[in-house]
Each structure stands twice: as structure tokens, then as C-alpha cells.
């Protein structure tokens, strides 16, 4: 009779734990069932066939469509609430919780990109690579939504968009480009400089935000590396390209002429200066030469 006592309460909290675990697992709403038009909506390169219509309650989450519906099972669930990001894909290049997103929301011809777009197990991603190269994970069940979360800020509209000078077949474009660069040609260059002054590039970074530290690669130029180099940078709320390039000359110093040498990455932490949210930079190169990446690394703030 003890024995009925004990095993009673045990029983009545393991169905109260299941009940509990299984709603916050799957808390959806169904209303009605309405077909939902993909014809316009787009998943890239996901190699997948895709249904021109599918069946779902309009208040279903997207996670689920994409899953259950669509086979993209690369996105994955984890918190259901929001918060651990494992279910991020990108809808019109803003990466999204698919997990907190009515499928409504994407119904009506916005791109969306599941890991299942992004590279092949034989073709990876520059994206994928990356990763890879930096073991930037560990179990690997949350990548897909970290890479929807890269890809974001990689394609949020950051890179290098105006210079002084480019020659020998070099360009700004390569600056941002993933890894070590793997010639000269894999870099931004300028002829040598003949009259007083220096070269600048320009670039913006793809979020608003604060830096914590910048690395300046100058891999394979030997003979023509720039002597130095500083940053100068602002945060730009409106204006055309040429507005920026003319008042980038007068932008706040970030950081101090600093010297340079040939073939090799550069990092900067303490010599930076606190200047806040920015939004881009002009990195000055004394008085001319080649490099090859320049990564701008912080955090984002939201406004
Ligand atoms: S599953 Fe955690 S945020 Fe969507």
C-alpha cells in the first residue's frame, strides 16, 4: 500500500513533465487548411523538386513546411521558441527562426535559402568551406542555421565599393572574399603612386556595428606591399556613393598609421579607437602596394 502511495505521484508528474515537454515542443495553431501558392517563392539550388502548391494551415510555421512538407530536412528544430537559432534560413536575404515564422508570411514570391541551397557535399560553399577551415562548429546540428545567420551579413550588402586606383586585373570585390588569397591576382592592387598622396579603399560593412579587430592580409605581395597603412572610419545614414567618397577623407581615425610587411596578416585589437557604430571604413594604403583581404570583425547593432 506504501508502494501504491510513492508510485502514484511519480506517475501523475512524469505525464505532467511529457504533456508539458510535448506542447512547448509543438505549439501550433491549426485553424483551416488552405493551399498556399509557391509559384513565386524560390528555394536556390536546393536540388529539390518543388511542389507548385502545398497543403498547410497558413499558421503553420515554416520550419515545418520546409521539413515535412518540402524535404528541406537540413533545416533544423531545436528550441521551438525562438531562440536558439538552429532553424534560421533566409528569407529575402534576412535570415529568419523558420520555427516562429507563419508560412503566410513567405507566401507571397519572397527567395527563400535553406542550407540545401547554399553548396553540394562535392561543391561547397565558400560559406561551407569557411566553416570548415575554422572548425567554426562542433556537433554540426545547429550549422545550417549558423550559416543562414553568416550568409546574412556575408550577402547583408558588405564589401569593398570604391578606390582610388585598381590595376593589374586586381579588385576591391576581392577583399571580402573567403580564405587567404591564393595569388596577387586575388587582391586589390594599385600601380605605383607617383605623385604625393596615398590610395584608399572604401568599404561598407554589412550591418551597422562595433569593432572589435581588424586584420590586414597582405599574402603574396612581397615587392609591392604598402609601407603602411591606416583606417579611417564613420557611420553613414544616407547619401549616394560619391557623397561617402568625397567626406570619406574627413572620417574619424580608427586606427593609426601602423607599418606593414610583406606576405603576412596584420591584427589589430588595442589599436583601435572606440568610436561606437560605423557603418564603413576607408582603409589607407601608404602610398600604394597590394592587399589582399581585410576582415572587419565585431558585433552588430541592431537599430
Ligand atoms: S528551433 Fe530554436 S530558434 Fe527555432
Not at 505521484?9 to 483551416?32: E, K, N
Amino acid at each position: 500500500m506504501k508502494m501504491k502511495i510513492i508510485r502514484l505521484p511519480i506517475i501523475a508528474l512524469c505525464f505532467a513533465l511529457i504533456l508539458f515537454f510535448s506542447g512547448c515542443a509543438f505549439d501550433i495553431i491549426y485553424i483551416d487548411q488552405i493551399p498556399v501558392q509557391y509559384e513565386n517563392a524560390s528555394i536556390r539550388k536546393s536540388g529539390f523538386e518543388l511542389k507548385d502548391e502545398v497543403n498547410v494551415d497558413l499558421n503553420e510555421p515554416l520550419l515545418w513546411v520546409l521539413r515535412d512538407d518540402l524535404k528541406l530536412t537540413g533545416t533544423k528544430f531545436g528550441c521551438g521558441t525562438g531562440e536558439c537559432g538552429a532553424c534560421s534560413v533566409l528569407i529575402d536575404g534576412e535570415a529568419k527562426r523558420s520555427c516562429r515564422v507563419p508560412v503566410a508570411y513567405v507566401s507571397s514570391g519572397q527567395e527563400i535559402i535553406t542550407v540545401e541551397g547554399l553548396g553540394t557535399i562535392e561543391n561547397l560553399s565558400p560559406l561551407q568551406k569557411a566553416f570548415i577551415d575554422h572548425t567554426a562548429f562542433c556537433c554540426g546540428y545547429c550549422t545550417p542555421g549558423m550559416l543562414a545567420s553568416a550568409l546574412e551579413y556575408v550577402e547583408g550588402g558588405g564589401g569593398a565599393i570604391a578606390c582610388s586606383d585598381a590595376a593589374f586585373g586586381s579588385s576591391i570585390l576581392n577583399l571580402t572574399m573567403p580564405g587567404r588569397g591564393i595569388n596577387m591576382g586575388d587582391g586589390w592592387e594599385t600601380k605605383r603612386r607617383r605623385e604625393p598622396g596615398n590610395e584608399w579603399v572604401i568599404i561598407a560593412l554589412g550591418h551597422p556595428g562595433i569593432l572589435k579587430s581588424i586584420e590586414l592580409d597582405t599574402a603574396h605581395y612581397k615587392g609591392n606591399y604598402p609601407d603602411r597603412a591606416s583606417i579611417q572610419a564613420t557611420y553613414v545614414t544616407g547619401g549616394t556613393r560619391d557623397s561617402i567618397v568625397t567626406q570619406s577623407m574627413f572620417w574619424r581615425e580608427l586606427l593609426p598609421e601602423q607599418k606593414l610587411e610583406m606576405d603576412a596578416i596584420h591584427c589589430y585589437e588595442s589599436e583601435l579607437k572606440d568610436l561606437g557604430p560605423i557603418t564603413h571604413v576607408r582603409v589607407n594604403i601608404i602610398p600604394d602596394g597590394g592587399l589582399s583581404r581585410v576582415r572587419l570583425l565585431g558585433s552588430i547593432v541592431r537599430e
